[in-house]
Structures are given as C-alpha cells and as structure tokens.
C-alpha cells in the first residue's frame, strides 16, 4: 500500500535523491506536460484520482516533483498535506486566472504576492484573518524569471475563491441569478486593486505559513473580465507555456 493514499506513492519511490519541491497543477495533463517537455528524465510516480505525480530533473540536475492538485482548494489542501509529509518544502503552483485588471491581459502571468482568501478549505487550517501570503523569496524569484525571461506579468494580490461561475461573478452559466452579496464583486475588487481571480492559492499560502514551507503561485492569464467572461481559448497555450518557463526558472534557485 502506498505511504500516501491520495497522492499513491511511497517515499521509495523517490528514490535516494527525495526531491524538496513541486510545481503543482490543477490540470493533470498541465502535470503532465510538464514532466514530459519540460524536465529531464521524466518519471511517472502514479496517476491515482487523476492526481498525477511525475519525478523529473531541472537542466541543473536537481530533483523536482510535478503533481496535480485538482480543482479547488479542499483538493489542493489533500494534495499538498501529503507532498509536505513526503518531504516537499516549497511549492510553486502553476495555474490559469482571469484578470480584472485592465493591464493585465490575456498571454500574460499573474504573480501572486498574496490572496484575498474567500475559500472554506482555508478555514479549517487557519481563521478567516490569518493572512493568506506568499513566502517573499520565492516570489521575488517568480517575478525575477520573468523579467529575465521577458515575460509580461503583474504582481499583486489574487482573489482566491471557491467557485468558478458564482464566486467570480459569472452570469453566463445555469445560474444567472446572483446572490446579492456577489453583484459587483469583481468591481468591488477592482477598486481594492485586485488583479485576477483563481481558486486555490489562498489555500496554499495558509498552509504554506502554517505547515512551514514555502509556497508562491504564478498564474498564466487566460481570459480578460473587464471585456468578457469567457476565456480566450487562442491565448491559453501561451499563457500556459509562459506560467510553466517561469516556475521552473525560479524553482531553480529553491530546489
């Protein structure tokens, strides 16, 4: 039986040089390609749940993880519990993000530095005031890969939340019936200077800060809600693309 239900692999099974990072994805496939075109003697460590885990080496030989987190934080919050309890010290998520800034726009990467956290799975490892804060380090060395890169980015704070459709104020769906609590959300947002919406890193960073690992997360932009609601399909293998150079620039320096 595997030492970590969920995840479906044992600690043997990273062998004698254990690798201290992981660049978590929601999407398996995103997980997968990573490990396959991006990193060196790709290995696959399990595909349990569809929370696939892959072992691989940066271009400087270091052992680095690329697993899934799936969708939303309680499973984030099950994934990154057992990478902790395999030995996974820092953490960069890898995710896309609707912007809500007009300057920050679809090909671009979000970075974030910390997360208006409105999401339940956070409240059972920390309260609702705990801050909800990437570790500075890393995310000056996110911010850093870019600019070496040439990557256009944003830095700021990330509204993290639980749903998709509601929670980010999306009318196009089967419910078009908003909570009164949700209509002009996304203005409201704008105006705390708020740059984009996803749905785990306020998770992450509570755990980051309570567990005690380091946690950032760079989102490649995908869709644009001072214009639309809807993702702009033409521009997600970019933002992807540049979102994954970034993280393993940065995780260079970490793993």
């Not at 490892?125 to 804060?133: F, G, L, Q, T």
């Not at 209509?183 to 409201?188: A, L, S």
Request: aromatic fraction near 6%.
């Amino acid at each position: 039986m595997p030492d970590f239900y969920h995840l479906g692999f044992s600690l043997h099974d990273l062998g004698e040089r254990r690798p201290t990072l992981a660049i978590l994805s929601g999407d398996p496939n995103r997980a997968s390609f990573i490990a396959q075109n991006m990193l060196e003697e790709p290995r696959t460590l399990s595909e349990n749940r569809g929370l696939n885990s892959y072992l691989g080496l940066l271009p400087s030989g270091k052992p680095i993880l690329s697993a899934t987190s799936g969708m939303g934080a309680p499973s984030l919050s099950i994934v990154v519990n057992e990478l902790v309890q395999a030995g996974i010290r820092t953490i960069i998520r890898v995710g896309t993000s609707g912007s809500i800034q007009e300057e920050l726009k679809p090909g671009m990467v979000a970075i974030s530095k910390g997360a208006l956290c409105r999401q339940g799975a956070a409240n059972d490892i920390a309260p609702p005031e705990y801050p909800a804060s990437a570790d500075p380090f890393l995310t000056v060395a996110l911010v850093e890969a870019a600019q070496k890169l040439g990557v256009g980015y944003a830095l700021g704070i990330t509204a993290s939340v639980d749903t998709f459709y509601e929670g980010q104020e999306r009318t196009g769906s089967a419910n078009p019936h908003l909570m009164r609590s949700l209509q002009g959300i996304t203005e409201e947002y704008r105006n705390l200077r708020v740059i984009n919406y996803e749905m785990e890193a306020g998770t992450l960073f509570k755990m980051g800060n309570v567990y005690g690992f380091a946690a950032a997360c760079v989102c490649g932009i995908i869709a644009q809600r001072t214009r639309d609601e809807k993702p702009v399909l033409e521009a997600k293998a970019t933002a992807v693309q540049h979102a994954v150079e970034v993280a393993l620039a940065a995780a260079e320096q970490f793993a």
